[in-house]
């Protein structure tokens, strides 16, 4: 009767798994969305339900061991079970079949580690950076094939065309960061001072969420991202509009903002392609804004940029979101809602 | 399923009831391996060392063959005095021996010849550590300090280690000089010289291999 | 001089005496020598072994309340219960804690209290380097512990990666006092490990050849090793660590041109090693645990043994399993996948091996038997999601997820903690003289393991929903509210099982003697007293088998059946509760064994160390007070025979003249291995009080 409650348990995970699939857990690496993740996904299921099974056996036993051979309540303790020490048949047995057992999976994992560390043909290629506590990402020039004539440069969502490979060339300039969108595939080390590669593909348009999954620091809880998987028709659209400058406004609120932008240092940091430039574009400290109202967050993919709120609560303080690196004066209300004037303008 | 054999005649127990016990400290008392504790205790520790050395020889051996953009210094080995570092080692080598002779005096109840070793490996000890604090010296009047590069943090980090470890075996190696002084070590205890000569051979050992791969083999 | 003169004279328990014995609480001391005074002193490995246990029980309390903090904040997403620099501080001490802190000292309490009484030894090698190891453990982890006073804890994860853990992100102390404060318990492991390892291959009891060893003799001894040969790896990533930080050196400054992977690669060379310092004793209490409430041998066991030793080994070849997403390259993650999923084989043997044994047992569920069962099946659960981690390419998605949260706490909980309390409540009347009660106990049991499994098992869910470890707060909306609050609720009934442990422990006192041998057990322990005499046995045991005591209480008929005999005899005086059905005590006069007196050197020494310790953060005038108190304390160690000739033995000249050759005593001068030359012997009293004005 003890051992009922461990049966009910694994009905119970096994329940709350496949329920957990079903529900909206947009990073679940059970929900594979590209080929990459699903090839992850192909190797595990197989060795899931072999553990569920060997599972079901181990607890099987215990269970039948403690109900059928417990010493019962009018039971003589001087009469002693007969004293086994062993048997080398069964040894070898338990020894033999769990090593084929895990041979077999070996012989199926083997060849997938080499295949995923190959670079995909015609992919288009993404370096990106990984930062306290942000995602840097540029698409070099020179790729006709997907429409990229100008380097792009962007941050927090990674914007990539469906059902094509992206391979990336990642570096982080200061601690270790990890890359990690569960639904197109396993995560990637950033360490710095190497440079790494990682491939992501997705089936279909659409969003897919991630964050950094190596600890970084306070606010690496806070090192999200997204990747922005477009059809065609989307994808052209948004290398378009990235690859045309934004116009600087020359008058009203707007063009007080863009003094403001100066004066209050953020030039110093981020960069607005044909009005700041200042910032060393290989590895600037912080995003670039040049298409900022192209995107949905910022801060690390942690606040939402639709709601005129956050980013204002965002310029009072940019502690709000602990940690972070961003250094602003104190602003008037008058110079927020000036600020925010102009980096609307900067779709 | 084989059943368990028969158990012992009964008689064993009883039969060491009648005797007097066992005294933890008579001198009859032997240990299982037949090693002393305190020279079987000095292997497991020398075996731990090897990982410490190990660990700290990979370390140089990694960050040597590391090409580093725009390097700040001097790379240690182009300051190298081969000669001089092989005069110094030689002198190490040659206090293995005189560690040797030192413990088959001792053996020997030669008491006045094994003191006479004992100092004479400690000089010789002393001589290397010379060696050494002269070779940093030169080192850093080149420009390679400690903090300088990659290199140089690993290189004195190894050998500097190395040098402590010589120096404790230079105490160990005076306390006994002290002690048979003293006649506190007669030639019942030359395992105590014994354990202390393993030791200082070990300390010479490591020395032969980070020569070798840190000074002889190039980068 | 105070310090010497100070010293109890040696304790003798004469036969007579120790029939007599009550019932012990932890902080009083087994005889009428001075009071609380005499635990700062005492050599004897019982004694250390005890301290141990406690003090590693009263940071389990710390750890646990860490863990509580960290599940309260993350029982809802955007949790505001702790700021983000204070949870990274509380998850980096909770792991470091529970690791160095509980689970290794607690191990290292059984093996110290049990591998003596287990090998029929009157105590360990070197009794006062002993006393030296908890000393330094305590203070190590005192020293970790003030950090939280002095700026802050260390805040970078039990795993510390280079370069966060580097001077440019982390400038404060907090780091310092991780690097420093594990270098001092790294001190305590390893002098522990050549202690053991000696003790457990010289020390054994005529006849006990290493296949009589009992299991968890064995087990321990292959942790000891491990711990000897991993623990200089570690040291040499801390003094790299620590040259960075303190003196500028540039091991991990990447401008420099450093490899932030050597971190990885040196702390987990030793960090998978540790992993089976952790379970490997464990294994060995349940090994010892189901036999005796299955009252049938243990299944197997010289497979038991050689599983274990090749755990040992392959453990060394699995490191870089924890870095399979670093980007070591496919052939390294390839051979390491491969490794990793063969010492699973090891593993999987020992789990059928204790089935085996439960097999036509005669199974009593006491709270042990309880704990032991319940380490086998939820061990088993913590493997399985090991062997998922070892199919490489799908541990990129599980690696730094909860899903390996899950999996270690299967392991370390469900493997390590389990075989703890089991352990706790089968030696508890051994070391004690009276059982735990069984009735609380059980409720103990049955709420951590529901405790245990809701808070763990609902990780397994959320990893694979992919949250990540180490993550201060999650977002609305990510599916993981559930689980976190499930597990948040699971923490608060671990921690109540624990006040119920910690109430059946204050309550126990009151309990009767339990008598020498409560379980009907198999191992020496059971043969004498308890709790046992300072000198362990009146008479040394001469051992014909593997389960030596179980085979002198029971002949075997034709069948196999073992039939009581009808007398038998304890190794020591025993209490008239143990004295029925056949069992009779040694006659022996007790009065000339000889024990290493107490030494005030071990205290000195440790204290010592956290000294120079904060003298390297601090000002160096503590360093050099620090210094002095180790040279001045390792002198007067040195000189200081073992056993005092001051003690009141008309017998003691036993020291002069043999030397410690091979026919050594058993309690020998240490002195050579911290660095002295040989401690001298009976004819030294006179230098020590000299050493001692010295220091």
């Known amino acids: ?125 993404v370096s990106v950076t990984g930062q306290k506590f942000w995602w840097g990402y540029q698409y070099p020039e020179g790729q006709s094939e997907f429409g990229i004539e100008e380097p792009i440069v962007t941050a927090n969502e990674l914007h990539i065309p469906a059902g094509q490979p992206v391979f990336l060339t990642l570096t982080s300039p200061d601690v270790i960061h990890s890359f990690w969108t569960p639904r197109l595939n396993g995560k990637q080390d950033v360490v710095p001072g190497r440079t790494h590669t990682w491939s992501l593909e997705a089936y279909e348009p659409g969003v897919y969420s991630g964050q950094c999954a190596e600890f970084c620091g306070t606010s690496h809880a806070n090192m999200r991202l997204k990747v922005v998987a477009h059809d065609q028709a989307g994808w052209e659209d948004w290398v378009e509009g990235m690859q045309r400058p934004p116009q600087k406004p020359l008058s009203g609120l707007a063009a007080q903002g863009f003094e403001l932008f100066s004066q209050k240092g953020c030039a110093g940091c981020h960069q607005v392609q044909g009005s700041f430039e200042s910032v060393a574009a290989d590895s600037p400290p912080a995003p670039d804004l040049t298409h900022l109202f192209s995107r949905d967050c910022f801060a690390g993919c942690i606040y939402d940029l639709d709601d005129r709120n956050e980013l204002e609560a965002w310029l009072r303080d940019p502690q709000r979101k602990a940690g972070s690196l961003m250094v602003i004066g104190e602003l008037t209300e008058d110079e927020i809602d000036a600020l925010y004037s102009y980096l609307e303008t900067l779709e | ?61 990694l960050y040597r063959s590391k090409d580093v953009e725009g390097m700040v210094g001097p790379a240690v080995g182009d ?109 019942e205890r030359s395992e105590t010289v014994e354990i202390v000569g393993l030791y200082w051979h070990f300390v010479d050992i490591i020395w032969i291999i980070i020569f070798t791969l840190v000074y002889l083999i190039p980068a | 001089m105070a310090l010497t003169e100070e010293r109890p004279p040696l304790e003798l328990t004469s036969g007579e005496e120790a029939v007599v014995r009550k019932p012990l609480g932890v902080f009083t001391r087994p005889s009428d020598s001075p009071g609380w005074r005499s635990w700062l002193t005492t050599v004897d490995h019982k004694k250390i072994g005890i301290m141990y246990g406690a003090t590693a029980m009263a940071f389990f309390a ?65 009794p006062r380097l002993n006393a030296f190891s908890y000393w330094v453990f305590l203070f190590g982890g005192l020293f970790l512990y003030s950090s939280f006073f002095l700026g802050g804890a260390p805040d970078s994860g039990w795993f510390n990666y280079a370069p966060q853990s580097g001077v440019a992100y982390s400038p404060g102390h907090g780091i310092d006092f991780w690097v420093l404060g594990l270098q001092i318990t790294g001190i305590a492991s390893l002098v522990g490990a ?86 490997l004793p464990a294994f060995g209490i349940v090994s010892d645990v189901i036999p005796t409430f299955s009252r049938k041998p243990l299944f197997g066991y010289p497979f038991m043994v050689f599983s274990g030793i090749a755990i040992g080994f392959m453990g060394w070849g699995v490191w870089a399993h924890h870095m399979f997403a670093s980007g070591v390259g496919p052939v390294s993650v390839a051979a390491f996948s491969l490794s990793t999923m063969f010492i699973a084989v090891p593993t999987g043997v020992k789990i059928f091996n204790w089935i085996g044994t439960l097999w036509r047992g005669k199974l009593s569920f006491t709270v042990a038997m309880l704990f032991a069962v319940g380490l086998v099946s939820q061990f088993t659960i913590g493997g399985l999601s090991g062997v998922m981690h070892s199919v490489a390419p799908h541990d990129t998605q599980q690696t730094d997820t909860y899903f390996v949260v899950a999996h270690f706490h299967y392991v370390l909980f469900g493997g390590s903690m389990f075989g703890i309390f089991s352990g706790i409540y089968y030696w508890w009347p051994k070391i004690f003289g009276h059982k735990l009660s069984e009735r609380i106990g059980k409720v103990h049991f049955w709420l951590m393991f529901a405790g245990f499994n809701l808070t763990f098992g609902p990780m397994h869910i959320v990893g694979l929903q ?209 660095g002295v030359g040989a401690g001298d012997g009976a004819t030294a009293s006179g230098d020590r009080a000299g050493s001692g004005e010295r220091a």
Not at chain 3, 72 to 77: E, V
Request: charged letters at 15%.
């Open chain 2, 1 to 61: 399923m084989s059943v368990s054999e028969q158990t012992a005649p009964p008689e064993v127990v009883a039969d060491r009831a009648d005797h007097v016990p066992h005294d933890a400290a008579a001198p009859a008392h032997h240990t299982s391996t037949g090693l002393s504790n305190e020279k079987l205790g000095m292997w497991l520790f020398l075996g731990s060392e090897c990982l410490l050395f190990g660990g700290l020889i990979s370390a140089f051996l």
């Open chain 3, 466 to 674: 992919g949250m990540p470890r180490r993550t201060a707060t999650y977002p609305e909306g990510m599916g993981w509210d559930l689980m976190n609050l499930l597990e948040t609720i699971g923490s608060f009934l671990i921690a109540l099982s624990f006040l119920v442990w910690v109430y059946n422990v204050v309550r126990s006192r009151k309990n009767p003697h339990a008598g020498a041998d409560p379980w009907d057990g198999r191992t020496l322990e059971w043969a004498t007293s308890s709790p046992p005499p300072v000198h362990n046995f009146d008479v040394e045991p001469t051992v014909g088998h593997l389960d030596e005591w179980w085979h002198r209480k029971y002949d075997e008929d034709e069948s196999g059946r073992p039939v009581r005999r009808e007398h038998y005899e304890f190794l020591s005086a025993v209490d008239e509760v143990s004295l029925g059905r056949g069992g009779r005590e040694p006659q022996v006069d007790t009065s000339s064994i000889h024990l290493p007196s107490p030494s005030y050197w071990p205290i000195v020494i440790a204290l010592g160390l956290p000294l120079i310790s904060y003298g390297l953060l601090y000002t160096y005038w503590l360093s050099a007070l620090g210094g002095i108190m180790v040279v001045g304390g390792v002198v007067g160690l040195g000189l200081e025979p073992s056993v005092d000739p001051e003690a009141g033995h008309d017998d003691h000249g036993h020291d002069d003249g043999h030397g410690p050759g091979p026919g050594t005593d058993a309690t020998g001068e240490e002195a050579e291995l911290v």
């Open chain 2, 79 to 187: 300051l190298y005095d081969i000669p001089f570092t092989s005069v110094s080692s030689f002198v190490l080598l040659m206090s293995s021996l005189t560690m040797v002779l030192s413990l088959s005096a001792i053996q020997r109840a030669d008491h006045r010849r094994a003191r006479t070793w004992l100092l004479t490996t400690a000089m010789l000890g002393a001589t290397f550590i010379a060696g050494q604090v002269y070779e940093f010296t030169s080192f850093v009047r080149e420009g390679l300090g400690y903090t300088t590069n990659l290199q140089s943090s690993a290189f004195y980090t190894l050998t500097g280690f190395h040098g402590v470890h010589v120096t404790i075996g230079i105490l160990m190696l005076v306390s006994l000089f002290v002690m048979s002084l003293r006649g506190r070590l007669p030639a």
């Open chain 3, 194 to 279: 050549v202690n053991l390892i000696v003790t457990c291959l010289n020390m054994r009891a005529p006849g006990m050849t290493l296949l009589r060893m009992p299991v968890f003799v064995w087990m321990a001894l292959v942790a000891q090793f491990l711990l000897l040969f991993a623990i200089p790896v570690i040291t040499v990533a801390l003094f790299l660590l620590m040259f960075d930080r303190l003196y500028g050196a540039n091991f991990f400054v990447v401008e420099a041109g450093a490899d932030p992977l050597l971190w990885q690669h040196l702390f987990w060379i030793f960090g998978h090693p540790e992993v089976y310092i952790l379970i």
């Open chain 1, 1 to 125: 009767m003890v051992r009922r409650g461990r049966l009910t348990l694994l009905g119970l995970v096994v329940a709350l798994v496949a329920g957990g699939c079903a529900r909206d857990a947009p990073q679940d690496v059970l929900e594979p969305a590209g080929p990459l993740a699903e090839t992850l996904d192909n190797l595990f299921m197989p060795i899931f339900w072999v553990a569920v099974a060997v599972f079901v056996l181990v607890e099987g036993l215990i269970v039948y061991a403690v109900v059928r051979y417990r010493r019962r309540r009018d039971d003589n303790d001087d009469e002693l079970p007969v004293q086994f020490h062993g048997s080398t048949k069964l040894e070898i047995s338990w020894t033999i079949l769990p090593a084929l057992v895990l041979g077999l999976v070996a012989v199926f994992t083997i060849p997938v580690v080499f295949t995923l560390s190959a670079e995909p043909a015609n992919a288009l290629q």
């Open chain 3, 62 to 126: 710390l750890g646990g309340l860490e863990a509580l903090l960290i599940r309260a904040q993350l029982a809802q997403p955007n949790g505001q219960v702790l700021d983000p620099q204070v949870y990274n501080q509380l998850f980096t001490m909770h792991g470091t804690t529970m690791v160095f802190l509980v689970i290794m000292p607690m191990l290292a309490g059984f093996a110290n209290y049990l591998i003596p009484l287990m090998i029929g030894a009157r105590d360990v090698a070197y």
